[in-house]
């Protein structure tokens, strides 16, 4: 009976975490925070300020740069929109540079077949001190961001208390869900808690938040990355399990693009949170970005990677004396993503290894596909000795997968 029972019970659990049915594969998109702050001087910058046309303009790059076919869908914004609240208590967006409002612009976003993010805080104010969304106003704010057809809200903390966020976060899960109209859920609460148990519940947060900001806010550059990172592998034993389909580890947005890391260091951030299956918002400036960084991001490898179906997080799995770690991202059909990262700071690293050493014990060969250079290497018996050549604060990403000889020797007749 015993036995019985305990599948029923994990099925229960995954119900719950389904809720909404959103974010079924780590979510992607853009997000203005990381590159365009609060900036709202739009006399001195027009091109920059958090207003209506910035967010139109990525709009149009994200559809017609390859960007939104390719899963890119979400068009977020973050702090800095808000004018005031109406007579009514109801939000309004700044009318200067919101001149149109919020429905106007996800009508836009969803005739381009995008989505559309807004942010709000659960506090007194905002971070940046707009009007916040306290908890007598968060069913009126649900039901204002459904009106508008909005498809996603990250809910910040600044101004709250540890109390009020314990109310607050389901709360708002539930008004969200009220409303009627799918709209996924960031929340930013384990981030104001320190991100672990027991004061975090990430059995609670997976049930009322699609994705949530465990740490720190990415700032641009490599030492940020490093940070946040550290911590993510540091915790990895609590934070990896409870990542999956619908319910996602946030460490923040993707630098590429942007001024604070190299080709190289652009590279193993979209490794790394590839592997990690953290979300992809990218936080850049679409209009100016640079073919290379575009291939950073635009990898159709990477994305079938960071997309895959079991939505399972990666983990480092071996952290070498030589300052080389591996990572690995279990994927469906037997595969797996590997990325061989590099902390050194000398010249390229020559690591030698095998798949026996990485912990691969069943009597398959495999072949390999390098990520960002496309070469294949095939006939990796797990005995064999192979080499990866990885640049400092580089990786070298391999997606490995088995080979079946039976299939192979009837594709030969
Ligand atoms: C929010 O505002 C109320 C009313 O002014 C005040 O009592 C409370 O301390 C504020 N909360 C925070 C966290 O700042
Ligand atoms: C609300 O929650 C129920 C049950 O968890 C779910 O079936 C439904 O799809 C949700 N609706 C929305 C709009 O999120
Ligand atoms: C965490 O939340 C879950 C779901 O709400 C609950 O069942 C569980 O008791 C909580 N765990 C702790 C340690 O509070």
Known sequence: ????????????????????????????????????????????????????????????????????????????????????????????????????????????????????????????????????????????????????????????????????????????AAALNATGHPIAFSCSWPAYEGGLPPTVNYTLLADICNLWRNYDDIQDSWSSVLSILDWFVEYQDILQPVAGPGHWNDPDMLLVGNFGLSFEEAQSQMALWTVLAAPLFMSTDLRTISAKDMGILQNPLMIKIHQDPLGIQGRRIVKEKSQIEVFLRPLSQKASALV??????????????????????????????????????????????????????????????????????????
């Open 1 to 172: 009976m015993l036995l019985k029972t305990v599948p029923i019970l994990v099925l229960v659990t995954h119900v719950l975490a389904l809720k909404n049915g959103l974010m079924q594969t780590p979510p992607m998109g853009w997000l203005a925070w990381e590159r365009f702050r609060c900036n709202i001087d739009c006399k001195e910058d027009p091109k920059n300020c958090i207003s209506e046309q910035l967010f139109m303009e990525m709009a149009d790059r994200l559809a017609e740069d390859g960007w939104r076919d390719l899963g890119y869908t979400y068009l977020n914004i973050d702090d800095c929109w808000i004018g005031e609240r109406d007579e009514r208590g109801n939000l309004v967006a700044d009318p200067r540079r919101f001149p149109n409002g919020i429905a106007h612009l996800a009508d836009y976003a969803h005739s381009l077949g995008l989505k559309l993010g807004i942010y709000a805080d659960l506090g007194n104010f905002t971070c940046m001190g707009f009007p916040g969304t306290t908890l007598d106003r968060v069913v009126q704010d649900a039901k204002t961001f459904a009106k508008w057809k909005v498809d996603m809200l990250k809910l910040d903390g600044c101004y709250s208390t540890p109390l009020e966020r314990a109310v607050g976060y389901p709360k708002m």
């Open 340 to 413: 061989f990262f590099s902390r050194r700071t000398d010249m390229p690293y020559h690591y030698s290894t095998s798949l026996k050493w990485l912990n691969f014990t069943s009597a398959s060969v495999y072949e390999a596909q390098n990520v960002y250079t496309g070469e294949i290497i095939s006939d990796l018996h797990i005995k064999t000795k192979f080499t990866v050549t990885i640049n400092p604060s580089g990786v070298v990403m391999w997606y490995l997968y088995p080979i079946h000889y039976e299939t192979e020797a009837m594709d030969r007749t």
